[in-house]
């Protein structure tokens, strides 16, 4: 008898990818396009599919000089996107998008070392552009994510690029390995590398809200829940997930609130209350400027080209 204890277990859908790596489940949904879910020890860590994400609520520096007019459709396009192909890798065999009558001759005992899973999404932007999301689970290994965005020519400087991941309820807190405080490409240098453990998910309490709580040049990142939203867990016991950066170092920031959310509220206690945490990993983040606030524009180094290409990847543990 084949021994499966170190592998990957795989259960085909008409419409979904199970992957079962250990006490860590995977659900890959085709219809809605991407990671609908990921249970680790039953708990569960998403509560919305995590997508590419263009947009950050502008700042007050991002006001003054205009950018969020220059740059708007990448609201847009951080709000609507389209899936517009998936492509499942089992084993390095290419099985296409796996959907019946194909995925017929499978049954609920099928096992592999590695299983990749790519989505293309296309940009409601003009011109268009597409992003590629690749989730891959290697046996009794982390999941990682690469994300590579195709540049476009035309299209407007990006406020941000990443993925943004919104769970299920509040963090108790994060810690992380990087610089400490608040960061930005253009605001490192107070930043001091070290450990930091963060209580809660701090908002900065500007006058009207905007982006805010970036961390740069970050190793790795744990987060810290206590609660869920299943009603028959009533434990209160803390669980955490980590993520580890890959290539290079990465950014991140992790807020009870979307850039949408922020952008809307003229002041804070527009904000409404704090029920889910916001997770969103950067491969690219514009600068704050600060040089003034009534015109003067980000310098050239911190701003992001859309015309080029980006990739980034980072493992979830």
């Known amino acids: 008898m084949e021994n499966t204890a170190n ?27 991407g990671l609908e879910s990921l249970t680790k020890k039953g708990k569960e860590w998403l509560y ?26 990448w609201m847009g396009a951080d709000l609507y996107m ?37 989505f293309t999404y296309e940009t409601s932007t003009t011109p268009r552009t597409t992003v590629d999301v690749c989730y891959t689970v290697i046996a009794n290994g982390p999941l990682t994510i690469t994300m590579k965005y195709h540049g476009k020519t035309g299209l ?46 701090p908002v900065t309490p500007y006058i009207r809200p905007q982006d805010c709580g970036v961390h740069m040049d970050t190793k790795w ?30 950014a991140f920031s992790c807020l009870p609130y979307t850039a949408h959310e922020l952008e809307n509220a003229t002041h804070m206690e527009e904000l409404p209350p704090e029920r889910r945490t916001v997770l969103t990993m950067l491969a690219k983040v514009r600068g704050v400027g600060g ?14 080209n859309a015309e080029v290409d980006y990739e980034f990847s980072f493992a979830i543990r």
Request: negative net charge; aromatic residues 12%.
């Open 291 to 304: 040089i003034d606030s009534w015109g003067t524009d980000v310098e050239e180094p911190y701003r992001i």
């Open 82 to 118: 389209d899936c517009i192909a998936i492509e499942v890798v089992v084993d390095e065999e290419n099985l296409g998008l796996p959907q019946s009558p194909f995925i017929n001759k499978f049954t609920n005992q099928e096992y592999a070392q590695k299983v990749s899973i790519k």
């Open 221 to 250: 990142l744990e987060i810290t829940r206590n609660t869920t939203l299943n009603n028959a867990d009533m434990s209160n016991e803390d669980f955490s997930i980590r993520i580890d950066a890959v290539n290079e170092n990465f």
């Open 156 to 201: 407007p400087e990006l406020p941000l690029l990443g993925m943004r991941f919104i769970m299920p309820t509040v963090a108790k807190g994060f810690k992380y390995e990087g610089l400490s405080d608040e960061t930005y490409p253009d605001r490192m240098a107070g930043g001091i590398p070290g450990v930091y453990d963060v209580n809660g998910l």
């Open 7 to 33: 592998k990957l277990r795989i259960i085909y859908g008409d419409w979904t990818l199970g992957v079962e790596n250990g006490d860590t489940h995977y659900i890959f949904s085709y219809a809605k396009g």
């Open 48 to 73: 919305r599919n995590p997508r590419p994400t263009f947009w950050r609520a502008v700042t007050d520096n991002d006001r003054g000089s205009n950018f969020g007019f220059k740059s708007s459709m």
